[in-house]
């Protein structure tokens, strides 16, 4: 009788289980999906959760804990040691799942291993040690994450202009239906192609004039619309392009492919040089690159940009409060949002609308000012 794959789940961060889906799949494990991230599973982990640990803790808890009961195997954590709580997330997931007699059913991969450490995570995992077929799903991994950003960015351009609401969102998903079934990268190149056309297919208004907006902050909540009370979507319909100035491909720059095979500067090379005359060193989290993603939308001429942090997350709290006094050199208006379980709706959609009020009226001013200039 043949043996049934092992069953491993992954917690959502933006589109990143789809590249872990193409990577187990390479190595004859079943991917387990949990449910997109719902009310259902901030609930469910809150109940196994300290009350003053971010919502990033809580949600891939709630992830794992759905996934256990779709019938995971393992559930795999990404950890790291160094300045956040990321590094104890580990820990404490652990005794959760062990409290509740499941805790054989953890495993993690640490960060800043680079390929090394996907390698041996893999193979720890899978039990697989032919290094052809590990370097396979490594690499469709890595592509697939650099696709699903790009289609992520081209989706942000036709959402802001499209004449019917939802509908650049609906030819989204069903692109990223094409990526999700992709088992090589010949595939994965047509996959994107036809991904591509399907988001071009959206009918658009191209003469609408629309408003820039960089979206930082905390990795996660940057990534995860559920968490950031799906802001993007809501720009969206009032005529903003964002742009995540944290993504997984650039974390990938950083932390896994190496130097070798990178193209220029990498986000975390920028955020030291860029937060330099703010910040002078890392002092946790995504601080650091929250400060220098301020200084590089100004210097692009970009309208505006919002930052977001998950309530008590001492690094993000530390960048908020060097942002005052950036307002020297940088001329760009800054929301803040700080987000938690019980963050309200309604006022949070007038804050967005507040924020883009005000950088629409700020660039007309500009706008006119120039053609003042011209005449």
């Known amino acids: 009788m043949k043996q ?5 789940a992954f917690p959502h961060m933006g589109n990143v289980y789809i590249s872990w889906a193409a990577a187990l799949r390479k190595l004859g494990l079943a991917p387990i999906i949990p449910p997109k991230t719902n009310k259902r599973t901030l609930e469910l982990a809150t109940q196994y959760s300290p009350d003053s640990i971010c919502l990033p803790y809580k949600l891939v808890l709630g992830n794992f804990l759905q996934a256990i009961e779709n019938g995971a195997d393992y559930v795999a954590m990404i950890t790291s040691p160094g300045i956040c709580r990321l590094g104890e997330y580990g820990q404490s997931i652990r005794n959760v799942l062990k409290d509740m007699g499941c805790g054989e059913k953890y ?6 291993d680079g390929f090394k450490g996907m390698y041996k995570f893999l193979v720890e995992i899978s039990g697989v040690k032919n290094p052809i077929i590990l370097a396979k799903a490594i690499n469709i991994a890595v592509r697939t994450v650099f696709v699903t950003d790009r289609l992520e960015n081209l989706f942000s351009y036709y959402r802001a202009r499209e004449i019917k609401a939802g509908t650049a969102e609906k030819n989204y998903n069903k692109a990223l239906g094409l990526i999700m079934e992709v088992n090589s990268t010949k595939e994965l190149k047509k996959a994107e192609k036809e991904a591509v056309n399907l988001i071009k297919s959206t009918p658009i208004d191209a003469s609408r004039e629309v408003v820039n907006v960089d979206i930082t902050g905390e990795i996660f909540l940057v990534q995860d619309p559920f968490s950031n009370q799906y802001i993007e979507r809501e720009l969206g319909k009032m005529g903003v392009q964002t742009r995540r100035s944290l993504t997984v491909s650039g974390f990938l720059k950083d932390a896994i492919i190496p130097k070798w095979f990178k193209k220029g500067e990498t986000h975390l090379e920028r955020a030291f040089r860029m937060a330099k005359p703010y910040l002078m060193r890392d002092i946790g989290g995504d601080a650091l690159e929250s400060v220098s993603d301020v200084a590089y939308a100004n210097e692009r001429g970009v309208d505006g940009i919002i930052h977001i942090s998950p309530f008590t997350c001492m690094p993000e709290i530390m960048s908020q ?3 005052p006094s950036m307002r ?7 929301l803040t949002l700080i987000m938690d379980e019980q963050s ?3 006022g949070y959609i007038t804050r967005l609308e507040a924020f ?7 660039k007309f001013i500009k706008n006119k000012k120039i053609n003042f200039q011209k005449i």
């Open 344 to 346: 309200g709706r309604a």
């Open 356 to 362: 883009v009020d005000l950088i629409k009226r700020k």
């Open 107 to 112: 495993t993690e991969l640490q960060l800043y």
């Open 321 to 323: 409060n060097i942002f």
């Open 4 to 8: 049934s794959a092992l069953k491993v």
């Open 328 to 334: 020297e050199k940088c001329d760009i208006p800054i």
